[in-house]
């Protein structure tokens, strides 16, 4: 299964807020819970932290602006997420879809969800929100859709992005800013609501009421195929042995 290779930063400022991250959080989040992933889980810290403080007291956030997958699994490699953590939230892949396809990013996420899980963590993967215009967000959908069957096959719980974020195979400008990208107050307010609400359900109402609608609804709004040209920097084999020691930053 090909996935992107880690990434370490180029900036320094990203570098110093991953040391900030790690040494700040690295005994709070043992038998906690963890946040982690791009901007819309890091402006749930500094931006909206109420909502943050409403649905995820008590849990760290690991999230870092601008991250796309390779990064995310550089860090969990390098510890940003330690062992015995309890539940794990990844959001990631968005700002990885201009430039690789959705084939690519969603093998990368489930490595980094196969590493968490390996350390004993139980992963839950959000999809990913519509974004700038009509083709890239249906490249999104072509992720989602792929995410949902890789959390099938390989035990993950995905969490399906709230079809209030959608209008006409494109975003929903209600709830996002003027960049296109990033969530309004109401709609990162949602953004929490829809996380909850799929990870508190009972398994068996979850898997009754939600799971085929989620199938059907994915299935159906895929209007084409998804990219088929391979990114470069591809990890163009097996997973490495999970249990291989962390990597120095």
Known sequence: M?????????SLKKLNLFDQQFNYN????????????????????????EY????????????????????LLWRV??????????????????????????????????RIAEYLKSNGSDVFICGQHPRENRDISNEIKSLNLLLYK?????????IPVDQL????????ENYFEKDRVHLKTYGSKSF??????????????????HTSHTANYLISNVQQPYKQVPSSNVYQSNF???????INH
């Open 240 to 246: 490495p042995p999970l249990s291989s020691p962390l």
């Open 26 to 49: 690295r005994n709070l989040c043992q038998k906690k819970n963890v946040l982690i992933g791009d901007s819309f889980i890091a402006r749930l810290e500094w931006k909206y932290k």
């Open 150 to 158: 890789k959390c099938q096959q390989f035990s993950f719980t995905y």
């Open 2 to 10: 090909a996935s992107l290779h880690p990434k370490k930063y180029n």
């Open 77 to 110: 490699l390098n510890g940003n997420v330690l062992s015995g953590t309890n539940k794990v939230i990844i959001s990631i892949g968005s700002n990885n879809i201009n430039t690789d396809c959705p084939d690519i990013i969603s093998n990368t996420i489930i």
């Open 192 to 209: 929490c609501e829809n996380i909850s609400r799929h990870m508190f359900y009972k398994k068996s109402q979850f898997q009754a009421c």
């Open 165 to 172: 974020f959608w209008k006409n195979d494109s975003l929903n």
């Open 52 to 71: 943050s403080d409403i649905f995820f007291q008590d849990w760290v956030n690991y999230g870092i602006s601008g991250d796309k997958v390779q990064h």
